[in-house]
């Protein structure tokens, strides 16, 4: 495979999922407080006998992927949510197995996938970054030379000899991140671990590894940040269903991503559920509120409606919602105040109105997540988010006469609507 490092053939990854075509979530209420025995026997029932019931299905998460990786890839790898990225990520990081298909990975790979992988919770920061630099190959006096760089990026100095179970989880992805970045892997796979750190922390990972992959190192990076796939990667792998929609340069898969966003191609809520599958809360339905559920006259509030669906008790819940534009890039955030809790087996309906936001005329996209931990960035981490849901335009005003009226996609994204403005003569 000469400078071919990773090398994907034919891969495909089947689930078995126990569902319920229709009202999944009150029926999966009922089969919970049935008790796990009744559990068994309802998934085992035959398929496709009352359309109301459980029924098993065999579910391809990944099918016939194929594509190969050279040395010094920089490879964003896209889809929305449910298409496959993070299953992928496992299978190349030899997480799990592939159910058919084959994977050829050339040199040492540091992943870092979601939280909780790669590290021993019973063991400190210290000895987990041993640990893990034992795994990738390297010497105890290798990782010692690295040992400074590691604790001054992760910047957990005072907590090294704590296990990292009694680690916030921003200070777990801080380290993790930075024992995956720095051990010297040649292939780094990355999974979106960006979204939980705060800001200053995400940028300064990005920095990274664009450096790592600046020095020849392979990068394989999951993100549904469009700028910041624009920024670091040269070629994007872009996931459907499970299967290569299309591989290509940044700038053109991008482009054919955010447009199949806007233009709402794929069935969403079968998407929203099967993505939820396997997490403690997800988003069961997302909706613009707006005579159509698709557009809204500029200036009138942007409103949504939200359903969650939740597994087990969760406290101290928030709400993130931000705005992209039709290049991908996330043109505003908020995070609610209010703090909620939510019922094992419970469905929760919230609205969330934004007044005053002065969106220029144009195609944008949401994202929301569920967080907990209050509003300190340092303790909030997401336990689901959906990007995509939903897209939407802002219509300009009719009376042609203003701006707003005639707005131009090169002025950008906000109408700067309330300033004041005089002759100043003297
Ligand atoms: N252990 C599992 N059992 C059953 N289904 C699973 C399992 N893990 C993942 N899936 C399903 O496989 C599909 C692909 O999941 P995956 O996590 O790879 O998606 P993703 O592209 O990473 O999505 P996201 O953008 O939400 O992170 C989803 O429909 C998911 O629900
Ligand atoms: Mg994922």
Redesign the pocket.
Known sequence: MSDTVIRVENLG?K???GHQKQEPYKALRDVIANGAKSVGRQLLKPLGKKISEPTVEE?W??KDVSFEIKQGDRVGII????????????ILSRI?EPTTGRIRVKGRVASLLEVGTGFHPELTGRENIFLNGAILGMSKAEIKRKFDEIVAFAEVERFLDTPVKRYSSGMYVRLAFAVAAHLEPEILIV??VLAVGDAQFQKKCLGKIGEVASEGQTVLF?S?NMGAISALCDKVVF?AK?QVQEIGATDRIVATYVAEILQNKVDDIE?LR?????KKVRFSDIRLVSDDGLSIVFGKPIDYILTIYSKCDLYNLSIGSSIFNSAGNCIGSLITEETFSLHANQELTLKLTILNLSLAPGSYYAGFSIGEGGLDATSRHDLE???GKPAFQILPMSDGKNIVANWNSNWGNIVFKDISFRLDTN
């Open positions: 990854k689930y078995i999922i579910f998460a990944l889809g929305r949510n449910g298409a496959g990225k993070s299953t992928l990520l496992k799990t999974d979106e999951v549904h996931l499970g998407q099967l993505a939820g599958y396997g988010a959906v990007i």
